[in-house]
Nanobody
């Protein structure tokens, strides 16, 4: 399974942006999907995840109330509002081993190449 994350860019503090993640196969429609991010010099960190039906979602405390993960039959999305400079990172989407949502990076087996988000102050 190949994943393609897109939608990153350069925005200003307070702006909104939506990331998209598309999979090369429909396998991901039966699996949980997560978004992670990695800032320079930091480890990859969990952002949000969603189960296969879209009924269960989890968020990192740092993005709760600002980010929303969703999915349709083709893609998984990350709607990001009220962006802050500390949101600057490369964002990765990933497909989980199971159908459930997970915050654990070790539960994810397929990873996209990442898309850069830069939030200027």
């Amino acid at each position: 399974v190949q994943l393609q994350a897109s939608g990153g860019g350069l925005v200003q503090t307070g702006d909104s942006l939506r990331l998209s993640c598309a999979a090369s196969r429909r396998t991901s429609s039966n699996n949980g999907v997560g978004w992670f991010r990695q800032a320079p010099g930091k480890e990859r960190a969990f952002v949000a995840s969603i189960n296969w039906r879209g009924a269960t979602t989890y968020y990192a405390d740092s993005v709760k109330g600002r980010f929303t993960i969703s999915r349709d039959s083709a893609k998984v999305y990350l709607q990001m509002n009220s962006l802050k400079p500390e949101d600057t990172a490369v964002y990765y989407c990933a497909v989980a081993k199971r159908s459930s949502a997970s915050t654990d990076v070790n539960e994810y087996i397929y990873w996209g190449q990442g898309t850069q988000l830069t939030v200027s102050s």
